[in-house]
């Protein structure tokens, strides 16, 4: 989720050559920004690409739980400042690791176009400015979920993922909660159809991540994180892992979806979905230990086409 200009959707070929040594900022900021560049460089902490989507996530939650929903912004509009306050909290807690990582050593922090003081002090702004407007335009569960899921991220996940390889579970928890925030602002927060798409995200995430992590694992070593992709020597388990959770996920559309809980058009795609992260996951397994990063990097692509076309599924069939 970097936002670095010199690369994309992690195709991982045009990173930055080097990592830095620790040029944490503050001290470092180029007295010569300007105005414009300095706001990007807020927006960049946001990490706008993730952001968007678990944003897409919860608006796909609240929308599902009452589709006449569509006309109210506040709620989208809390669910973003919230996700951007978190976000940026997180780059905030690991601008050193990020410094040490080539994916990440062009972050705002550690390139030093935002000092570590405005970074914090931006991101306890948006996450209170998000709980604020959630509480106060939608319901007080949904600004309590917002909270949850900033506490989750920002103070749980963060310190954790240079501490254990069961940090990624922990954090899938966050990063699956939005469908659950937006339907507690529409007022519904057992629709099924939202709880669906959250244990849907929960298990998505995982060959997701272990696809990035495996693409990056010497940039995560090297920073100190201790990730199963990190641990594992081979790929075997990472790709194991990443295999199995594709059929979890599986199991979380057939469920609900022989329930009633969630239509044919979001059944079928996501059965689709989840058997083409599978197959994905057996081509990284085949092809353990020789050194490639292709398949794993074809597993992240299959993640990040899948995603979406689940959400405009579930939504779809719910407003048309
Ligand atoms: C345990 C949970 C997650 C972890 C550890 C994780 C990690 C990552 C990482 C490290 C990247 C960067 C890949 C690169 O630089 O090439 C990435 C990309 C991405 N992730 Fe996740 N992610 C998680 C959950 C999610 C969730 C919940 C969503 C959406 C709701 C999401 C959406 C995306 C998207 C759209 C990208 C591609 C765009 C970009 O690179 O910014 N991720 N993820
Ligand atoms: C509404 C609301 C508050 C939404 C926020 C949702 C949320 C917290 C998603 C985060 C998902 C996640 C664990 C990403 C990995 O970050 P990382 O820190 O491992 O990624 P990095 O290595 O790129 O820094």
Redesign the pocket.
């Known amino acids: 989720?970097?936002?670095g200009k010199t690369?994309?959707?992690?195709?991982?070929c045009d990173m930055p050559p080097a990592p830095r040594p620790l040029a944490i900022a503050s001290d470092h900021l180029n007295p010569s920004s300007t105005v414009c560049e300095r706001l990007r460089a807020l927006v960049a902490l946001t990490?706008?690409?993730?952001a968007?989507?678990?944003v897409?996530?919860g608006v796909s939650g609240l929308l599902v739980a009452r589709p006449e929903a569509n006309l109210i912004l506040p709620a989208p509009l809390g669910i973003a400042l919230a996700a951007g306050g978190a976000l940026s909290f997180n780059q905030w807690w690991e601008r050193e690791p990020d410094a040490l990582m080539r994916?990440?050593a062009d972050r705002p922090l550690p390139a030093g176009r935002v000092s570590a003081g405005t970074a914090l002090g931006f991101s306890l702004a948006l996450s209170l400015a998000g709980c604020g407007l959630l509480a106060a335009t939608t319901t007080p569960l949904a600004a309590a979920i917002a909270a949850l899921i900033i506490v989750l991220y920002g103070l749980v996940?963060t310190p954790m993922?240079r501490r254990t390889r069961w940090?990624?579970?922990?954090?899938?928890i966050?990063?699956?909660l939005?469908p659950l925030l937006g339907a507690a602002a529409a007022g519904a927060p057992q629709h099924p159809a939202a709880w669906a798409l959250a244990a849907a995200?929960l298990f998505?995430?995982?060959p997701?991540?272990f696809a990035?992590?495996w693409?990056?694992r010497e940039d995560y070593r090297r920073a100190g994180f201790r990730?199963l992709p990190v641990i594992d020597a081979d790929g075997r388990a990472t790709a194991w892992w990443s295999a199995g959770h594709a059929g979890l996920m599986g199991a979380a559309v057939l469920i609900p979806w022989s329930l009633g809980a969630v239509g044919p058009i979001y059944g079928t795609i996501g059965i689709l979905s989840a058997g083409a992260l599978l197959h994905a996951a057996c081509a990284m397994l085949r092809q353990q230990n020789d050194g490639r990063v292709q398949p794993a990097r074809r597993l992240?692509l299959v993640?990040?086409a899948t995603?979406?076309l689940m959400m405009i599924a579930l939504v779809a069939e719910t407003l048309f």
């Open positions: 989720m970097d936002q690369r994309s959707f992690g195709l991982g990490k706008p690409r993730l968007f989507f678990s897409c996530s994916r990440t996940y993922k940090a990624t579970e922990v954090g899938a966050s990063g699956a939005p995200l998505w995430q995982m997701h991540f990035v992590g693409m990056y990730l992240f993640t990040i995603l979406p």
